[in-house]
């Protein structure tokens, strides 16, 4: 009995997190059915009801912006209503960079002559697309061991043995991920409601060394093989300045739940891509002649660099 | 000082208090839940031994 009542109340709360997860925080309107990019410059409103001519065709009524810059709004050219008076497709004097989600506010909608209120909404592109150019920009394109040269610490310090390397890489992703659904989490619920941003790095410091503890504590017990695997590395992590980056990145950008993972599921596997590009070499150039001023950390560094010109090939590189 | 910045701060002190606490005690269930029997024999023959290392 005790166990079926556990199991239902485990159930419950997965289900309010699930919902949580795939709703997020956005600011959605219930009279607006679709928002989506057209064309170039095209931004086109699928309401869910006819709404008034005089409303939706005075430009002054809407306001657009790109997400990271809310001061420079975009200028509307024209607006054209459809027949039915359901769909408002607003064109742009310039071409609209559709990589970035474009923040929509139409002010006091009106429909039949009723007030809506304000409706804040994020155009965006194609989700699932969206989300794995999030994962494959911060795992290749944006690598944060080698584009923005971050983590180096732990980085030469775990990769002369392939297998440490590995091990420290895999260790890495998984707290990265709790560390920073944790922050979004708090970010998103207590910080911002609470006007507390300034207290951001405070918080995520605390919420990564707690994440490292718990996985510490817990692993220990439930998989000793694995723990005595991770050893020294899985303290290791809480110096790795990755791990710090990406919850602030995700509050600064303002991800909802499923971009933050994938941001930080990305930010994991491009570290242990790049400890484990960095730790075959390094083994071969074990059995290198190495000039003696060179041997060691020098000749890494300068494979790293070596490693981050390579990568700069995938800069600028736009997926979808 | 504005009212508003110190009722910001006391909040603040307020929420960020209540996390931690949270936090703490979930850690400390956590490590009590999880706890592994360790053998006294490692901690004292490490007693005995110099140690310089």
Redesign the interface.
């Known amino acids: 009995m005790n166990i079926v009542i556990r199991k239902c109340l485990l159930a419950a709360v997965l289900t309010v997190l699930a919902a949580f997860l795939t709703t997020g925080c956005a600011t959605e309107h219930r009279f607006i059915k679709k928002t989506a990019f057209k064309d170039t410059n095209q931004i086109v409103i699928e309401f869910a009801g006819p709404v008034d001519e005089a409303w939706a065709k005075n430009p002054s009524h809407y306001s657009v912006y790109e997400k990271p810059d809310p001061d420079i709004k975009l200028k509307i050219q024209t607006i054209t209503l459809s027949p039915d008076r359901k769909t408002v497709a607003l064109t742009f004097a310039d071409p609209l960079n559709q990589n970035q989600p474009h923040v929509l506010t139409a002010t006091g909608i009106t429909s039949e002559g009723k007030s809506l209120g304000t409706a804040i909404l994020s155009v965006k592109k194609v989700y699932l697309g969206y989300l794995f150019s999030i994962l494959i920009g911060a795992m290749i394109i944006n690598n944060f061991v080698f584009t923005k040269y971050l983590g180096l610490c732990v980085f030469f310090g775990t990769s002369q043995k392939k297998s440490t390397a590995v091990g420290m890489g895999i260790t890495f992703t998984i707290v990265i991920v709790v560390s920073a659904m944790m922050a979004w989490f708090?970010y998103q619920f207590?910080l911002r409601p609470?006007?507390?941003n300034f207290?951001q790095i405070v918080?995520f410091i605390?919420l990564v060394s707690?994440s490292v503890?718990?996985v510490d504590?817990?692993l220990?017990?439930?998989n000793?093989m694995l723990f005595k695997a991770f050893g020294v590395y899985l303290v290791l992590v809480i110096a790795n300045c990755i791990i710090i980056a990406v919850p602030l990145i995700l509050a600064d950008n303002e991800y909802n739940a499923l971009e933050s993972l994938m941001l930080a599921l990305g930010a994991g596997l491009g570290f242990l891509i790049a400890l484990f590009l960095m730790s075959s070499v390094r083994e071969r150039l074990e059995l290198a002649r190495v000039p003696p001023t060179y041997r060691g950390l020098p000749i890494a560094f300068v494979v790293a660099g070596l490693f981050a010109l390579a990568f700069l090939g995938f800069s600028g590189m736009s997926i979808f | 000082m504005d009212p508003a910045l110190i009722k910001m701060a006391l909040g603040g002190l307020a929420v960020l208090g209540c996390i931690g606490l949270f936090f703490g005690i979930g850690l400390a269930l956590a490590a009590h839940k999880f706890a592994v029997k360790a053998n006294p024999k490692v901690e004292e023959v490490l007693e005995v031994l110099a140690g310089a290392q």
Do not use: D, S
């Open positions: 708090l207590v609470y006007r507390l207290l918080v605390g707690l503890q718990a504590t817990i220990r017990k439930v000793p």
